[in-house]
């Protein structure tokens, strides 16, 4: 049974950056075509795609918040860490973390999420 | 960037009726798109994958089809569970999401 789930912190400060963990079972990120990714999703708005890891380590960003993006992964604690810099009023959302496992053509939807976080910034 | 166009963004409807949502993305995905259903406080959850997939354990009512760059959501008969958002997905390059269609009850 695979679950996710996303903790970090609920405010954050404009400029500060912001550190989101994803704590996963049921799966191992080093199997391979297994990813994990994050999603977003404003108040009222719809779902952004930010990042994802691969299990062999290979990382792909959202072009339009690339530069402000980092993603590793913690093989050992079943974790996948997100962070963004400099964070601003426009970046409140619920941040989703979810699984993926690449089939035949090497591409896969998210089949599986976490129950989101909100995030808020404000000072 | 794929763009995803999805429409219309707000959809009213009865319970029984057969709705349509559709997506058009800004040049060739192939068959790489998802459909997902999101009810308010909840993370989204996949119906149909590789735009006519269906996922394991979803109704029968809900179908995917593709046309060239045009793909198709269909609800064959409304339940009263499935009045939520929907959204579509493209994972051919990166990933990208549709803005959402909120299916009412009329």
């Known amino acids: 049974q695979i679950t996710l789930k996303e903790s970090g912190p609920t405010v954050v400060k404009p400029t500060q950056t912001l550190t989101l963990t994803c704590t996963f079972s049921?799966?191992?990120?080093?199997?391979?075509?297994?990813?994990v990714g994050w999603i977003r999703q404003p108040p009222r708005g719809a779902l952004e795609w930010l990042a994802v890891?691969?299990?062999?380590?290979?990382?792909r960003f959202s072009p339009s918040l690339k530069t402000r993006l980092t993603i590793t992964k913690d093989t050992s604690k079943n974790q996948v860490v997100l962070t963004m810099t400099n964070m601003d009023p426009m970046d409140t959302a619920t941040y989703f973390c979810?699984?993926?496992?690449w089939g035949l053509g090497g591409r896969s939807h998210f089949d599986f999420w976490g129950p989101g976080t909100l995030v808020t910034v404000s000072s | 960037d794929i763009q995803m166009t999805q429409s219309p963004s707000t959809l009213s409807a009865f319970v029984g009726d057969r709705v349509t949502i559709t997506c058009r993305a800004s040049?060739?995905?192939?068959?790489?798109l998802a459909w997902y259903q999101q009810k308010p406080g909840k993370a989204p959850q996949v119906l149909i994958y590789?735009?006519?997939t269906l996922e394991s354990g979803v109704p029968s009512r809900f179908s995917g089809r593709r046309s060239g760059t045009e793909f198709t959501l269909t609800i064959a008969s409304l339940q009263p569970e499935d009045f939520a958002t929907y959204y579509c997905?493209?994972?051919?390059?990166?990933?990208?999401f549709g803005q959402g269609t909120k299916l009412e009850i009329k």
């Open positions: 997905q493209q994972y051919y390059i990166y990933s990208s």
């Open positions: 040049q060739d995905i192939s068959h790489w």
């Open positions: 590789k735009a006519a």
């Open positions: 049921g799966f191992s990120i080093s199997t391979s075509g297994v990813g």
């Open positions: 890891i691969y299990w062999d380590d290979d990382k």
């Open positions: 979810a699984h993926k496992l």
